[in-house]
């Protein structure tokens, strides 16, 4: 069941060449001028944004894209049709390097369109060669060829909100949980891991799993996961309240994130203590004190307990109203 999550993809683009003028002449005696019609725009191509992360993937086999060319003009004054524009789907969050200059644009959101290989313009039939001295033109002009790119797709966003923790932390359960709302997106085989993702009304939670100490450095979870969570606005930390030393948890975490790259430690986050049901109130209550010490604000949940779960969906919710879905 498991498939690759494709995030990485390079291929060459053939926007199409524009068509050739026609020479033609009108076959009505009295008015031999000339009908030759121009020839029609070969077809862009744009890179349009979308919600499913896993647009890249039918481009993985696709080397090259050919765009459709423009038509010959005719005669009768009958220009060649343009061709039809080719919109090719790519997950919002995809970077777009030009191979050949190094220029990078990229799509933020879905319904994001950028232009990245020009059509040609079609060729001037005959009839737009006349003039009082040239009654009967023969001249009309090849279309321009269309633009050939070499393009890599690299697709940097993968959640709004990352859950990170040590592997005991609780992740998947508070996925499943949430996301039984929305619809299940379904899990990834990395190398050597499986991040979770799900959808929560259109916002999607992604589980980084367990940082393992040392993930920074490539080992374990690997830096190709961890690059995806650059870009995740929120990060969800869950700590265990079954932990010995839930600060020390917490800290060794954060320094695994500061590790690979310090502005992650910069993001906005908010601080769980994961399974609160299921120690005495005492511990409990000791464990958010310890927290406090270190000025971490730390909210108990647990996934028995309705209540505490509105406390992490308002945090959602308000993340989706800003994202306007």
């Given at each position: 069941?498991?498939?690759?999550?494709?995030?990485?993809?390079?291929?060459?683009?053939?926007?199409?060449?524009?068509?050739?003028?026609?020479?033609?002449?009108?076959?009505?005696?009295?008015?031999?001028?000339?009908?030759?019609?121009?020839?029609?725009?070969?077809?862009?191509?744009?890179?349009?944004?979308?919600?499913?992360?896993?647009?890249?993937?039918?481009?993985?086999?696709?080397?090259?894209?050919?765009?459709?060319?423009?038509?010959?003009?005719?005669?009768?004054?009958?220009?060649?049709?343009?061709?039809?524009?080719?919109?090719?789907?790519?997950?919002?969050?995809?970077?777009?390097?030009?191979?050949?200059?190094?220029?990078?644009?990229e799509i933020t959101r879905t319904g994001e369109r950028v232009l990245v290989a020009g059509g040609g313009k079609g060729g001037r039939g005959n009839f737009k060669f006349r003039s009082s001295t040239n009654t009967s033109p023969k001249e009309f002009e090849e279309?321009?060829?269309?633009?050939?790119?070499?393009?890599?797709?690299?697709?940097?966003?993968?959640?709004?909100?990352?859950?990170?923790?040590?592997?005991?932390?609780?992740?998947?359960?508070?996925?499943?949980?949430?996301?039984?709302?929305?619809?299940?997106?379904?899990?990834?085989?990395?190398?050597?891991?499986?991040?979770?993702?799900?959808?929560?009304?259109?916002?999607?939670?992604?589980?980084?799993?367990?940082?393992?100490?040392?993930?920074?450095?490539?080992?374990?979870?690997?830096?190709?996961?961890?690059?995806?969570?650059?870009?995740?606005?929120?990060?969800?930390?869950?700590?265990?309240?079954?932990?010995?030393?839930?600060?020390?948890?917490?800290?060794?975490?954060?320094?695994?994130?500061?590790?690979?790259?310090?502005?992650?430690?910069?993001?906005?986050?908010?601080?769980?203590?994961?399974?609160?049901?299921?120690?005495?109130?005492?511990?409990l209550t000791e464990k958010l004190a310890a927290f406090k010490k270190k000025k971490i604000v730390a909210t108990p949940i647990s996934i028995l307990d309705e209540n505490t779960l509105d406390e992490v969906k308002k945090i959602l919710n308000s993340i989706k109203?800003?994202?306007?879905?």
């Open positions: 069941m498991h498939s690759m999550l494709i995030d990485e993809v390079t291929m060459k683009l053939h926007a199409g060449n524009g068509g050739r003028g026609a020479v033609a002449f009108n076959k009505v005696k009295l008015m031999l001028g000339p009908t030759g019609g121009d020839g029609g725009r070969g077809a862009s191509i744009y890179l349009e944004g979308v919600a499913d992360i896993n647009a890249l993937k039918p481009f993985a086999s696709r080397k090259e894209i050919q765009a459709k060319n423009g038509g010959n003009g005719r005669g009768q004054f009958i220009d060649g049709p343009d061709g039809a524009d080719l919109i090719l789907k790519v997950p919002a969050g995809t970077r777009i390097v030009n191979v050949e200059t190094g220029y990078v644009q279309g321009t060829e269309g633009d050939t790119m070499t393009y890599r797709l690299e697709l940097r966003l993968i959640a709004d909100v990352g859950l990170v923790g040590l592997p005991n932390a609780g992740k998947s359960s508070l996925l499943n949980e949430l996301t039984a709302a929305g619809a299940k997106v379904g899990s990834y085989a990395f190398t050597t891991l499986e991040p979770n993702l799900g959808a929560y009304y259109g916002l999607i939670i992604a589980d980084i799993p367990g940082l393992i100490e040392g993930a920074s450095e490539g080992k374990g979870l690997g830096v190709k996961f961890l690059k995806h969570i650059e870009r995740t606005k929120t990060l969800f930390h869950l700590v265990s309240v079954e932990s010995d030393d839930v600060v020390h948890d917490y800290e060794t975490v954060r320094s695994e994130l500061k590790k690979y790259n310090p502005a992650l430690c910069e993001k906005e986050e908010h601080v769980f203590l994961t399974k609160s049901d299921s120690v005495p109130q005492t511990e109203d800003e994202k306007g879905l």
